[in-house]
DNA sequence: ACGGCTTAATTAATGTCGTCATTAAAATGG
DNA sequence: CCATTTTAATGACGACATTAATTAAGCCGT
């Protein structure tokens, strides 16, 4: 309800930030397509848009086809105006990618992390190494960075320093965001990882045109982004959408978080490998990790009545979890990312199944329940995208 | 993401409707107050205020205390600019109130509703019987109502005429807008009774000054409201909060839904009262209604051990689905309505204590638990609400 | 009771910005 | 090569908020 004043310049400011918009995630676009999307007047675009290739954020490119009449000028992001890191923390590795601004990758490193020995520092100083490599790889000045976007698998708390609780990395409150502030002075975007892939599959993958969107991460662990009104939700100290710790069983298996019968301690890769296990009467589960340990029980499932029953159960686990975001947040899709759930991809018609049984008819009729698009780099392509949403709020205008 | 586009007429909108809103919920204020609290200078503020006294909407109500220098007017709505009509469509009665504009009762009646036989139609009689009685009842015209706002417990799909589904009352895809509009040509607004009862606790209750809260209807049945960033969230259907049908017990008690395990198996009211009958080896709980039942199963804790492990069982569910609505929507607060919650009120504690077990440590710290202010008649008040929230925002201009 | 002081509200001057109406530019087609 | 058509740029106009200056309206001490 709290509405913020509005003056004279804040009119320029929206109508900038609603075409630059519109021409990053929709573009190339023409001057009257603006006109046409926007419902400001033909003047009012072109007064804009001037200043927007003044500036050098927009370049027109080319002219577009025409039957009669002059052709429109083709409008698009300057791709090389300025240029984003995206990094990827996850529980196994850091990944570090440099994009343009048509979101091309220009380069990208890895740093495996060692299972157990994860030391913030140590995160921190790979995420500064990989900025210096991938810089210096795609010979970029470091002037030309718009700024970093950093996704963690784990709760991050905004602040004036964003702050991270990550069990599976045994951080608890790590001030990660100032430990990376002291090795550069770029400018920094912490956020959650399920919620950056949300991001990237919402502007680029199965979430595009949505206004409201669920993404499921199923990994090791699980977590889940939601998009409300287009905007990724985030409450009151941005630890919203922590799907894997509600409760699906009540008082059902222990879960690493503590509490009992979490979604997590069912359906992340790290339960079902043990639920299979058990169901094997103890006996292990072959392969050397967890991807090739699900894989392993994927293919089993070909032949075995056990491994079957596994996966089955997943799926209605699967499902129930997806109808409870379903009858709450009423979505018109779920997503499900991560490379859990792409290993599962062939219990989708399960899930969709388990999920009719458990949610309301009316908001699961709306919903669609599909697989993302954009693989597993969807994290650093998503964390990418936080300067850029900054950029494009404040109508291209950097501080 | 999407802007609407900036008009230089849409700046004074903005300022109109920040202002007013801030004088009728936060109000009497002074123009300073306003100056202070919107950050507008204050010619802007005076001149706005202008407006909006002359237009009636508000009115200058004495000069504040003042120490030296020239005292400053109080600004507050004019209670008489307009009044509302709020009506709850509950399970077994249809109340309908008037309000003048600063929220004050003029008059109300109520309809009891058949178990059974609770056809729309019938319910779409009462409610303009009801409009009808209370204004002549109060001797206020027609003409003055600013429109007409309608809780229902069922979800209510917002549309040109909002359709209702409602288990409880047998109702699919019941035009009650529809119906009702035949009857009159007040400004009508449908909404779910969970999300009105949200509303009002929002602006006169347990809720204000939150932005990000959850409201839990607990009664025969269970429903809930989620305001993120101080507005009602409605999803893609406006079918959005359906907590009830959450499941927390994977596979277990059936639910009158259709599915397993679902919250309000085993926390509503009547669920709670068939579990005690079950815990009782089928003994029937005394008392004639649901209420009184639930009376007695509380009454009985202080000396039935039976009683009292319903009770325990009830606080540990429903700690659990706060928990999940907790890790889910992250919220500053989390408040118990509805009657049966407020009869429950003594498991406040056991309540917490749940769902500080389950919930993730750092989304549970940021939130508190408490129970609702504005007792059973807050879903008429909410409800009458929802035009003035339109009225807000359109800067005072009615359409 | 009467200046001096303080705070509130209004008036005047200035500047930003979008809209409407008009003009210039750049193609196609007979 | 000129008429036609569509796009882009100009200019007059009006809506509004801002800063600075004035006027209004109360306290307080002598």
Redesign the interface.
């Known amino acids: 309800?709290?509405?913020?004043?509005?003056?004279?310049r804040?009119?320029r400011l929206?109508?900038r930030?609603?075409l630059l918009?519109r021409i990053f995630?929709d573009g190339p676009l023409t001057r009257q397509d603006l006109v046409r999307g926007?419902?400001?007047s033909q003047p009012a675009v072109s007064n804009v848009v001037g200043d927007l290739i003044d500036e050098g954020l927009v370049m027109e490119a080319g002219a577009a086809e025409s039957d009669g009449g002059r052709p429109s000028m083709m409008l698009r992001v300057a791709p090389r105006h300025a240029v984003v890191v995206g990094v990827d923390v996850g529980e196994t590795r850091v990944r570090v990618e440099l994009f343009d601004l048509t979101m091309t990758v220009l380069g990208s490193v890895e740093y495996p992390l060692e299972h157990n020995g994860t030391e913030p520092a140590t995160v921190a100083g790979h995420v500064l190494a990989g900025i210096d490599r991938v810089l210096a790889d795609s010979s970029v000045a470091r002037s030309e960075v718009l700024g970093v976007g950093v996704g963690v698998s784990g709760?991050v708390?905004q602040g004036t320093h964003a702050v991270v609780?990550a069990q599976t990395l045994g951080w608890h409150r790590v001030p990660l965001e100032r430990l990376i502030a002291e090795g550069t002075d770029l400018p920094l975007h912490l956020d959650n990882g399920a919620k950056t892939l949300g991001q990237a599959e919402m502007w680029f993958g199965a979430g595009r045109g949505a206004?409201?969107a669920v993404f499921a991460l199923v990994g090791s662990g699980v977590g889940?982004a939601?998009v409300?009104n287009?905007?990724t939700?985030?409450?009151?100290?941005?630890?919203?959408?922590?799907?894997g710790?509600?409760?699906?069983?009540?008082g059902?298996r222990p879960c690493r978080?503590g509490?009992?019968?979490c979604l997590e301690a069912y359906v992340g890769a790290e339960a079902v490998i043990d639920r299979y296990r058990e169901a094997r009467r103890g006996r292990p589960v072959p392969g050397d990790d967890e991807e090739s340990q699900l894989a392993a029980l994927v293919a089993a499932a070909e032949k075995s009545e056990t491994a079957r029953r596994v996966l089955d159960e997943t799926a209605?686990?699967l499902g129930?979890?997806v109808?409870?975001l379903i009858?709450?947040?009423?979505?018109?899709r779920v997503v499900l990312g991560g490379w859990a759930a792409m290993a599962l991809g062939g219990l989708l018609p399960a899930i969709r199944e388990a999920a009719g049984?458990?949610?309301?008819?009316?908001?699961y009729a709306?919903?669609t329940i599909e697989l993302g698009r954009l693989g597993v780099d969807a994290v650093a392509l998503g964390a990418a995208t936080l300067p850029i949403a900054r950029l494009?709020a404040n109508g291209g205008i950097r501080r």
């Open positions: 309800m709290e509405l913020a004043r509005a003056t004279n804040s009119v929206r109508n930030s609603a918009s995630l926007t419902g400001l709760v708390e609780d206004r409201h889940a939601v409300t287009g905007v939700y985030r409450g009151a100290s941005s630890s919203a959408g922590e799907w710790h509600t409760t699906l069983v009540y059902g978080c509490a009992r019968g209605g686990y129930a979890g109808a409870n009858n709450l947040f009423n979505p018109e049984r458990q949610a309301l008819r009316a908001p709306q919903a494009l």
